[in-house]
């Protein structure tokens, strides 16, 4: 986008040293979020890092360049460790693999729309990036909302449900903690 060849080569060598160092560096930071955050405001974190790196990637500065690197290198660890941490969560380590395996399997059917990406870039916007960019960033941020509604809504659900059932249980324990004070004796 700035059309500097040089420059291009200058953000590709800064990418290929920034991908492993930031899956290293964010690994702690990771390993924190995925402990003490809940699933909706984890999902959240992603929806606003994914965002944000398709804002910043339309924008035809240098700076703006390194900073969409940056992200990215800190986004791509989080993502793959939020999508493994999530699939255990919900569906539990004997169906983990079937479950993230589906789940890779679904992100490279999308890939294949690729090529038509490109094509729109180059033929009908004229290789122009940022329509296709602030499309992409309007359906990500618009499924990635309501996807993460959708968390918040069964998560109150789920939890209301376990509130009602251990409101049950409760008063169950009382009424048999109540009834053992009697004795009972049988006729004979």
């Not at 804002?55 to 690197?69: D, E, H």
Request: charged content about 10%; overall charge negative.
């Amino acid at each position: 986008m700035t059309g500097s060849e040089h420059f291009a080569r200058q953000i590709n060598a800064f990418f290929d040293v920034m991908l492993p160092v930031g899956g290293v560096a964010a690994t702690p930071a990771i390993g924190y979020l995925l402990d003490s955050v809940s699933t909706a405001a984890l999902l959240g974190i992603l929806v606003a890092l994914t965002t944000a790196i398709g804002i910043v990637g339309s924008l035809p500065f240098a700076w703006a360049a390194y900073v969409n690197v940056i992200l990215f290198c800190l986004l791509r660890p989080l993502y793959y460790s939020a999508m493994s941490d999530y699939a255990t969560k919900v569906f539990g380590f004997q169906t983990f693999g079937r479950v993230y395996g589906m789940i890779i399997a679904l992100s490279g059917l999308v890939n294949l729309f690729q090529p038509a990406i490109d094509a729109a870039t180059h033929d009908v916007f004229h290789d122009n990036p940022i329509p296709i960019n602030a499309i992409l960033t309007s359906l990500g941020f618009l499924f990635g909302v309501m996807l993460v509604l959708y968390v918040i809504v069964q998560g109150r659900r789920i939890r209301a449900l376990q509130a009602e059932q251990d409101e049950t249980v409760s008063l169950l324990v009382s009424i048999a903690e109540d009834e053992s004070e009697y004795e009972y004796s049988t006729f004979r």
